[in-house]
Every structure is written in C-alpha cells, then in structure tokens.
C-alpha cells in the first residue's frame, strides 16, 4: 500500500538530528507522498530547500495566523515567490486561530484574505487552519468559491461546516485526533471518500498508539487504519482513496520534478507552535 501524509512540519527543529532518517522511516512505512507545510517566508524557503532535495516531497508557501505580526507585504511577496517553483504546490498555511490569539483577530483576517487571493491569482490551492474561528472561516470559504479550492487540515468540525466545505469544492484532511476517543466520528463517515486527505501534523498530535511522542510521516499509516474503522471500509481503500485525493488537490501529477537539488545547509528549522 501507498500512502501520502498531505500535511506536516518537516522543517521543526524537532527533526533536527535525524531528519533524514524520518524519510527513510516514512518510505519503509509505504509514505510515498509528503507536503511539508511552511508557516511564515522564511519556513517557506526552508520547506522549499527540503522538497527539492527529496524526490516525494514536496512544500507550501505561506505565513500561518501565529505569524502575520511581521511585514505582511514583505513575506508574501517572498510566498509568491516561492510558489512559483515547481515543487511548491500551494499556498499556506494561512487562516484563523483565536484560541491562542497570538495575533490581532483583524491582522489575521487581513492575511488570511490575501492569501486566498494570491491563491486565485496563481491557480493553487490554499492550506487553511481554523481554530475556534467558525463563522469567519465559513464566510471566506463563500467568498472563494469558485475562485479557490482548500483544504481546512486537522479537522474537528463541527458538520455545518464540513457540508460548506464541500459544497464549495474543498477538502478536509484528518489527523491523528482520528484515532482519539474524543474525534465525532460522524465527520469521517459523511465526507464523500473524493474529498478527504489523511496527514500527521508532525511532529505535532502523534496518533494513538504513538500519543506522546513525536509525530513523524510514518505514522500516518495510523489515521488510515482509524478512518478505515470509521468508515467501515478496508484499509486499502482508504490509502488508495486518500492517496489519489492528495495528488490531485495539490495538482502532483502534473508537477515537473525539480531538477536540481538544494544543499542540505539550506534547510530552515522551526521553533515550537502550540
């Protein structure tokens, strides 16, 4: 079996010491497919040096709601830079978080629009965090439909939200919060088997039976095996099913491969997000 981990933080200096041997641990595991998530301009170039170094990576350019205080003109134009290249195939992570408020609410919207709209502009799809920000993610997701596609990653609901996302074409992609007794898994059984993606998050949110350590790609075989009970389908078709979502929401198939390989030294790590 393959399987594609659409969303983690291969950049963190938690895998400071043995990256390298996170992606091999990952390729033993069947992770064929990996999106590093960039978190602010200099995340991005990072994310970028690590896709273009390893074949089945690929990156995200992008500032997340934790970030925006900086010169927001500045770095986007380092994103649309960045999401220029090949193995950079969306724009993110952007959207709202007012559970830590580590931004002004107004400061984050403001980001969070442009975003969507340098999305548009560049034909690629947006990464979206949402978190306790419903009814402003909602009202965003109505003004770019039809202009955008997303994904609202590590998602935990609520349903109403789940059926405005489809409705306008995006995706949801679950965590290892999946497999927690807590997860509705009512979100899992009604997300049309097109329209989801499975990740890790790493090094954030391991799955059960990894909870407390360190999440990784590896693990995302995990989530598979938890929405595959959820839903009361095989585990096959659930990787194969997620595998294919993937690829076609970051539009992989039709991306050249890069030709040149960054040094390692290149690689931008990443302190700690709640």
């Not at 975003?115 to 109505?142: C, F, G, K, Q, Y």
Request: aromatic share 6%.
């Amino acid at each position: 079996m393959r399987f594609a981990d659409s969303h983690c933080h291969l950049t963190d200096r938690a895998f400071r010491g043995d990256r390298v041997a996170v992606l091999a641990r990952a390729g033993e595991a069947g992770v064929r497919r990996i999106v590093t998530i960039a978190s602010d301009a200099d995340d991005s170039h990072g994310a970028l040096a690590l896709a273009r170094a390893h074949d089945r990576v690929w990156c995200t350019a992008g500032i997340h709601p934790h970030s925006v205080n900086g010169p927001a003109n500045e770095d986007l134009g380092a994103v649309r830079d960045i999401a220029a290249h090949p193995r950079c195939a969306a724009i993110g992570e952007t959207g709202l978080d007012y559970f830590y408020d580590n931004a002004p609410r107004d400061a984050q919207r403001r980001s969070f629009a442009r975003h969507v709209e340098l999305a548009a502009e560049l034909a690629l799809p947006v990464v979206v965090h949402s978190r306790e920000a419903v009814a402003d993610t909602a009202a965003v997701i109505r003004e770019g439909a039809g202009r955008v596609t997303g994904v609202l990653h590590c998602f935990t609901g609520p349903a109403d939200l789940l059926e405005l996302a489809i409705d306008a074409g995006w995706y949801v992609s679950f965590t290892g919060i999946a497999t927690f007794k807590s997860f509705d898994a009512a979100l899992a059984r009604d997300v049309p088997r097109d329209r989801y993606m499975i990740e890790t998050d790493a090094p954030y949110l391991a799955p059960v039976p990894k909870r407390g350590r360190r999440n990784e790609p590896s693990f995302v075989p995990h989530v598979a095996a938890a929405l595959a009970r959820i839903r009361g389908e095989a585990l096959e078709q659930v990787a194969a099913d997620s595998w294919s979502n993937t690829a076609r929401f970051y539009g992989l198939k039709e991306r050249s491969r890069a030709a040149g390989v960054a040094p390692r030294e290149d690689l931008q790590e990443r302190g700690p997000r709640p």
